[in-house]
């Protein structure tokens, strides 16, 4: 994948974690921090998606959105909005934005829109192509699955009753299966390989996120509640604790 992705958006610690979470998924980035910056950009590249805040400083998002769709009709555009704007969805969505999303946004709910938005319109863009006679790759419904069953035994990390796979990348609880993203998964591969130990929000952030990572560390105690929510609610054995004012250990307790 090397789709690439315009973010406008003039609030930094927001317009850099979409950054970091949009590689991390695979995408190219640009970043513009103002209305004007961003038409500039959109002008000097080639971009697959725009995601675009509506409250921006000079030139509003909703201008933006405006000038780009007056050039391009099908480039799909997010807007980024304010809790209960909705003045500006109503206006962004009549102009021709193809989703929004509302602020403060979960950052996988927001990697799913773009994924999706994605997605419909690379099928726009075959259907366009077909009903030209041209070839029509087949979505992905080919995809070969690469869950390696030949060693179930190998491979597994565990915690009490919490078992998972780094090679098949399964994760159970009790046999129970349980899904994770991608950042979750490798959140909970880094507290079980170093169960026991109370980790810091800094090293959390180092290890799982990389070096590169410049957001303030809130980022681990999101990604925490999302892991815990799925790990540990419901069950009577909690594994995942928290450490008042030092980090986060992932333990049995008896
Ligand atoms: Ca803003």
């Known amino acids: 994948m090397d789709e690439a992705v315009l973010v406008i958006e003039d609030e930094p610690k927001i317009a850099r974690l979409l950054e970091i979470e949009l590689q991390y998924e695979g995408y ?20 697959d998606l725009i995601l675009l805040d509506i409250m921006l400083p000079g ?18 555009i997010l807007l980024l909005t304010a809790k209960d704007s909705v003045e500006d969805k109503v ?15 979960r950052i996988e709910e927001l990697l799913a829109r773009v994924r999706a938005a994605l997605r419909l319109s690379a099928a726009a863009a075959s259907a366009a192509v077909s009903s030209m006679g041209g070839p029509n790759e087949a979505g992905n419904g080919g995809q070969v699955s690469d869950a390696g069953m030949a060693e179930p035994e190998s491979g597994w990390l565990s915690a009490a009753d919490l078992k998972l796979n780094e090679g098949t990348r399964e994760v159970l609880r009790n046999g129970k299966p349980i899904e994770l993203t991608p950042r979750e ?45 799925k790990v540990d609610n419901g069950f009577a054995q909690p594994l995942i604790h928290t450490v008042r004012g030092v980090g986060y250990v992932l333990k049995e307790t008896i």
Do not use: C, H, M
Request: aromatic share 12%.
């Open 28 to 47: 190219r980035v640009g970043k513009a921090g103002s209305g004007t910056e961003g038409l500039e950009k959109y002008a000097g590249g080639q971009w």
């Open 91 to 105: 206006s962004g969505l009549d102009l021709g934005a193809n989703d929004y999303i509302t602020k403060p946004f």
């Open 185 to 229: 998964f490798d959140l909970l591969v880094y507290l079980l390989r170093n169960q026991r130990q109370v980790l810091t929000r800094e090293q959390i952030v180092q290890s799982v996120w990389g070096f590169d990572y410049y957001g303030d560390t809130n980022v681990v105690d999101v990604y925490i509640r999302y892991v815990r929510k």
């Open 59 to 76: 030139l509003s998002g909703i201008e933006v959105l405006r000038r780009i769709r007056a050039k391009d009709a099908s480039i799909p």
